[in-house]
Nanobody, 121 residues
């Protein structure tokens, strides 16, 4: 089992640059791809970004490419999402996830509890 805990959410002004963190514990020896999904009110959970175990491969949704940067520090069992140039459409609960590739919502092995990010205009 792997436990994932997100931190770093909250209320942010439009244009802000918060950073989300996801700390993994438990069976962290498993070499999972990790990533972020988000879910806005009334919408389905959608893919945001993912990073391979080595960090050599990163993937982004079109809506965040160029604004968000995903990274990980395996020595600390922690993944990050640096978010820049936020707008109100980025308001959502952000979920950390771990699983095999290809990385998709239906193939996730572990989910975090989610952290709310609210962007005010």
């Amino acid at each position: 089992q792997v436990q994932l805990v997100e931190t770093g959410g909250g209320l942010v002004q439009a244009g802000g640059s918060p950073r989300l963190s996801c700390a993994a514990s438990g069976r962290t020896s498993s070499r999972y791809t990790m990533g972020w999904f988000r879910q806005a009110p009334g919408k389905e959970r959608e893919f945001v970004a993912a990073i391979s175990w080595s960090g050599g491969n990163t993937y982004y949704a079109d809506s965040v490419r160029g604004r968000f940067t995903i990274s990980r520090d395996n020595a600390k069992n922690t993944m990050y999402l640096q978010m820049n140039s936020l707008n109100t459409e980025d308001t959502a609960v952000y979920y950390c996830a771990a699983g095999p590739e290809p990385f998709s919502r239906g193939r996730i092995s572990y989910w975090g509890q989610g952290t709310q990010v609210t962007v005010s205009s």
